[in-house]
């Protein structure tokens, strides 16, 4: 299994931007897609948002569209998470995790995803 490991997480004032990374290693990554997920206290997990194995198929939660970007890079074996325009209720531990798939084609089901990070808390002050 391939390890991945998520960084960029931090505590920031709504409106402002963070990127988040998710490194791979030990294991295959350019023909997988990645998927950002997240969970806030007390509540389940939620999906945020996909990308296929080549950055070419983009898929994003409703709460985040128009904010938030993923995207990869397979010579770094890197996914990211752009966020911007950020609100107190995207506060949540985001993790990335690696699709069973090269094309997700229901990229919110988060079983189809075989390996996870251990999270990086994400904290949006009003």
């Known amino acids: 299994q391939v390890r991945l490991v998520e960084s960029g997480g931090g505590l920031v004032q709504a409106g402002d931007s963070l990127r988040l990374s998710c490194a791979a290693s030990?294991?295959?990554?350019?023909?997988?897609?990645m998927g950002w997920f997240r969970q806030a206290p007390g509540k389940e997990r939620e999906f945020v948002a996909a990308?296929?194995?080549?950055?070419?198929?983009?898929h994003y939660a409703d709460s985040v569209k128009g904010r938030f970007t993923i995207s990869r890079d397979n010579a770094k074996t890197t996914a990211y998470l752009q966020m911007d325009s950020l609100k107190p209720e995207d506060t949540a531990v985001y993790y990335c995790?690696?699709?069973?798939?090269?094309?997700?084609?229901?990229?919110?089901?988060?079983?189809?995803?075989?390996?996870w990070g251990q999270g990086t808390q994400v904290t949006v002050s009003s």
């Open positions: 995790a690696r699709h069973v798939g090269s094309v997700p084609v229901n990229p919110s089901r988060s079983t189809d995803y075989d390996s």
């Open positions: 990308v296929s194995w080549n950055g070419g198929i983009t």
């Open positions: 030990g294991g295959s990554f350019t023909r997988y897609a």
